[in-house]
Each structure stands twice: as C-alpha cells, then as structure tokens.
C-alpha cells in the first residue's frame, strides 16, 4: 500500500459497515450482532466484551476474509471463540498466546484467561474436530517480541489484548509491529480497552492499560507511515445505554460504558488496512 490516509466516518457506528469504532449500544440491535453471537455459542447480550467478538467477526466476513485459502494469526488468544469460528469457516489459523510459564508469571493461567492446550480452543464444540485439527496450530509468543517466520498472512487480529502489554508504548509498537506479519493487502483487526475522557490523564502502565483518542489517533498514524489506512468513527453512540456507566460490580447486561479506576470507558475496534 501506499499514500495511506486515515479517513473520518460520520454518525453512529455500525456492524453492517464496520470500521476503527467503539462499542456502542445501537450495534446489538442490528441482525448481525445476533447472527454471530450464536455463532460463537452465546446468548446475545449486551456486553461490550461480547461484542469485541462479534465485531472481530463482522469485520472479517464484510472484507471476505471468512473463507478457506485464507490465512490468519491471532495473538494473545486464551479462551476467545474465534479461532474455532474461523478454522469452521475453512480459514487457517496460527493462534498464539504467552508459553504456559510466562503467562503463570502474569497470572492469566490463575485468571482463567490462558487455553491450556490447542483443543481448548474449541470447547464450545463451534468447529467439526477434525477440521479444526486440519485448519489450526497453537505456538508460544510473546506480544512483545513477534518471531521472524511469523509472515505472509491475509490477516491479524487481536481481541482485548494488547493493552494488558504493561505500557501504552508497548502495547502501540505491538500493533504496528504485528503489520509486519501480513502480506501485501492485508488486514489487522484488533479490539482494545478506550479511555472516553480524553484529557492527559489515563492508565499509562500496569496490567490493564486505557488507550485515549489521542493514543489511539498516534497508532493509526503509524500505521498509515507504513501504508496501511483506516476510516475511523469517533461516535460515542446517542442511545440511552451509552449514556449509562456501569458500576463494580458490573452487570452481564447492559454493560456498555463503565467506570474502571476512576475512568470512564468501553472497549474499541481498529481495523488497518482494506
């Protein structure tokens, strides 16, 4: 690619024509949304971390990249259901997440946020075994230093990941370096944690770290020096649910926006490339 640019979208957000977008609430009452969420075997409701899945989804099935012949990495995968969504759709899958040592350290094993094994993957059944046997293979990676022989891939993707990298820096030059996997014309889509208070104030370091507008905006710009675009909408949906912050203990519904030490926040899609 070249000439990248990053584009601004106007309105409200949309799983019928997703782009770099934060969850809203108008987005669960789309088809589409209910439509994945019984692909990944759960009840639609309205969570955003529910959604970061069916976003991950929708964004992929619009690019046409739900199809066999087409190959993808994932990064940072614990338990999430789209490797198995993927690999049913015929997609060959590298999933990667920390080796089993370093992710005790971090205390993801402890958490329940770190597969065992590669048939973890597919405890929800959502993948014939046999194909997901043919279509995936599980490796250790560290984020924070992607190997070399990991390239030539149609796409990348992260769900909830890259902020749990210790630093807004480290998690930045995660996404940027992780561009280096695709092939020409490919695409990366990740989903992450956003600060909606975009003053100079956020989680800049520890275990989960907020990505404001501005660190957000520094990523795509990067990006875009590498020569991969982005249309962005910055909407923070209108409806009477994003109006609402939830509370700790938060809720399994209607769960939008809330408030995470002393911020407020929801979770944000980026999509770079096509």
């Known amino acids: 690619m070249s000439g990248a640019v990053l584009h601004e979208a106007a309105g409200e957000p949309t799983l019928a024509a997703p782009v770099s977008q934060a969850c809203t609430a108008a987005q669960f009452a789309e088809p589409d949304y209910a439509r994945w969420a019984d692909a990944i075997r759960e009840p639609a409701r309205t969570h955003r971390k529910q959604w970061e899945f069916v976003y991950i989804l929708r964004v992929l099935e619009s690019r046409g990249l739900l199809r066999p012949g087409v190959r993808a990495l994932g990064f940072g995968v614990g338990f999430d259901p789209l490797t198995a969504v993927l690999a049913a759709h015929g997609v060959e899958v590298t999933a990667t997440d920390l080796a089993p040592e370093a992710a005790a350290a971090g205390a993801w094993i402890k958490t329940s946020q770190h597969a065992p094994d590669l048939q973890a993957l597919n405890d929800r059944g959502i993948c014939d075994p046999d194909l997901f046997a043919a279509n995936v293979r599980h490796e250790p990676v560290d984020m924070r230093a992607i190997p070399g022989h990991l390239r030539d891939y149609d796409l990348v993707f992260s769900s909830c990941a890259f902020e749990h990298l210790g630093t807004l820096k480290a998690g930045e030059d995660f996404v940027i370096a992780a561009l280096d996997c695709l092939k020409p014309g490919g695409l990366a889509v990740h989903t992450t944690e956003h600060n909606l208070n975009d003053t100079w104030r956020t989680r800049r370091r520890g275990a989960t770290v907020l990505y404001r507008r501005r660190d957000l905006q520094r990523i795509f710009d990067r990006a ?47 999509v770079l490339g096509r």
């Open 224 to 270: 875009a020096a590498k020569g991969f675009g982005a249309t962005v909408n910055w909407s923070r949906g209108a409806g009477a649910v994003d109006r609402h912050v939830d509370l700790p203990p938060y809720s399994d519904d209607g769960h939008v926006k809330l408030l995470f030490r002393g911020y407020e926040m929801t979770s944000f899609g980026l």
